[in-house]
């Protein structure tokens, strides 16, 4: 086994919105700004906070969750793409609480891929109306997995310099954990960046995304000890790489079947939900990779001749219902995709990209016409239809998956199709379901992933890395159309 030497940290909370995301984006700014090279990386299904992290680090962020990539490939992933940037510092930011699993040993949790990755860990926790107690919680924290290398707290909406200084004794006093910052209590209208139904408003739509990193960069200088966390990030062990698991994306050395291929890639603020590692492994399949855009203010025939040039089209999850008019106005980029899965287009399409293919999306008291490819309306509610992860086995022949195939996945959409599974059981247009869900609620009554001709669309988000039998298929699409023409 070959060792490496890679300085890093990981950003754990108590539980979802505790801070994680603001500390994590100021500290890597923190760390450029010192003329370091770091490199950022998120646990759990989570599209946002990771081009947040993107943007702050100034290189893609990597996602490092044990259930969508595989344990297997953890270590891999983590030192490959490390050593690959030449990274001073690797920051990995955790989901919900540290300890929060799928199951009852936390399997899957964030205080367990620290200990796979053999990092240290700093704990951001609320404060708010508490000062004593924070020590037992620390405490408790310690305790409970005695192989957590707790480098760190940093304390969280802090009243003021008397709270601070109680909560800075009771916690490195009883516990021997030093406490590394204290940020101050934020109000609304001091937010680093600002949310809405989704969790954070996502970078692409942040009218000041850069201003708004600066912020939290500013917010972490003034409140955390920046050195003090580089000084724990450095003292992580090396990490040993496993025999003959360099970074494939778990396929085995990947062969240059895609060659000559191109895929479209659907990529702009209406859809920007995608995993750096899937165009990625695309690309090194021998594939070229074509970014276009409904957005894109192009005629009917420049779309028709951009059409004409891909093999296949891969549409990621994203935000459709907030560029709704910009969407349904350009008719032209629908016709010509509408005519090209009518020839036989292998489409892809995840979550917002299923919303797009249907034929109208009711927005309040209005529809808004989409592409038309399946015939039924999408309604948004206001919950969450389905969120988390999600397990699904392929049922039926489709254009991508073999029969048997086991997707490993998650799911988070407030939108629903309205009656179509009745539809679907009638002929509708030769529309049919072929993923049975194991985990997750699907499009509906525990179906998801819609067909249609080469057309497969489904509300589940996968991860080359965990699912291979992804790439292989879109690979294998993507030849096979190119070959026909």
Not at 70 to 85: E, K, T, V, W
Request: net charge positive.
């Amino acid at each position: 086994m070959s060792s490496a030497s890679i300085p890093r940290i990981v950003v754990a909370g108590l539980s979802g919105g505790s801070g994680k995301t603001t500390l994590s984006l100021g500290l890597v700014r923190a760390f450029r700004k010192r003329g370091l090279s770091a490199l950022s990386f998120k646990k759990g299904p989570d599209y946002i906070d990771a081009a947040w992290l993107g943007a702050a680090s100034g290189a893609p962020c990597y996602n490092l969750d044990p259930f969508l990539i595989g344990r297997q490939n953890i270590l891999p992933s983590f030192i490959s793409r490390s050593q690959m940037a030449g990274c001073d510092v690797a920051l990995i930011e955790g989901n919900r609480g540290i300890f929060d699993g799928m199951d009852l040993r936390g399997s899957q949790s964030t205080a367990t891929l620290a200990g796979m990755l053999k990092s240290p860990v700093i704990l951001i926790m609320d404060a708010s109306k508490m000062t004593r107690t924070a020590a037992a919680i620390v405490l408790g924290i310690k305790n409970f997995d005695p192989g957590l290398e707790l480098a760190g707290v940093v304390l969280n909406r802090v009243a003021g310099a008397r709270h601070e200084a109680m909560l800075r004794g009771a916690i490195e006093s009883y516990t021997g954990v030093p406490v590394l910052g204290a940020l101050p209590k934020l109000k609304e209208a001091g937010r680093v960046i600002s949310e809405r139904h989704m969790g954070l408003l996502a970078h692409k739509e942040h009218p000041e995304a850069e201003a708004a990193l600066e912020r939290a960069c500013e917010l972490i200088e003034r409140s955390v000890d920046v050195e003090g966390v580089l000084a724990a990030a450095r003292k992580a062990r090396r990490l040993r790489m496993p025999d003959g698991r360099a970074l494939t994306e778990g396929q085995g050395r990947l062969k240059k079947r895609g060659s000559g291929a191109v895929i479209g890639v659907i990529q702009d603020k209406a859809f920007q939900f995608y995993y750096p590692e899937n165009l990625e492994v695309l690309e090194r399949s021998g594939a070229k990779i074509k970014i276009i855009s409904p957005l894109s203010e192009e005629g009917g025939q420049t779309w028709k001749k951009v059409f004409s040039g891909i093999h296949a089209l891969y549409i990621g999850g994203g935000f459709p219902e907030t560029n709704v008019l910009a969407l349904s106005e350009n008719r032209g980029f629908i016709r010509a995709l509408k005519a090209r899965v009518e020839a036989g287009l292998p489409v892809y399409a995840e979550c917002g990209g299923l919303m797009y293919l249907s034929e109208n999306i009711q927005m309040e008291d209005a529809r808004h016409p989409m592409a038309g490819i399946f015939p039924f309306v999408m309604t948004l509610e206001k919950r969450p239809v389905a969120h988390g992860y999600s397990i699904a086995s392929v049922q039926a022949k489709n254009p991508f998956y073999p029969l048997g195939t086991v997707l490993k996945g998650h799911e988070f959409h407030y939108s629903r199709p309205e009656r179509i599974k009745k539809r679907v059981k009638r002929g509708m247009s030769g529309v049919k379901l072929v993923l049975k869900m194991e985990r997750g609620a699907g499009i509906e009554d525990g179906m998801d992933g819609l067909v249609y001709k080469n057309v497969f669309a489904t509300y589940t988000h996968t991860h080359a890395l965990g699912t291979p039998e992804w790439v292989q298929g879109m690979i294998r699409a993507a030849q096979k159309f190119r070959l026909s023409r």
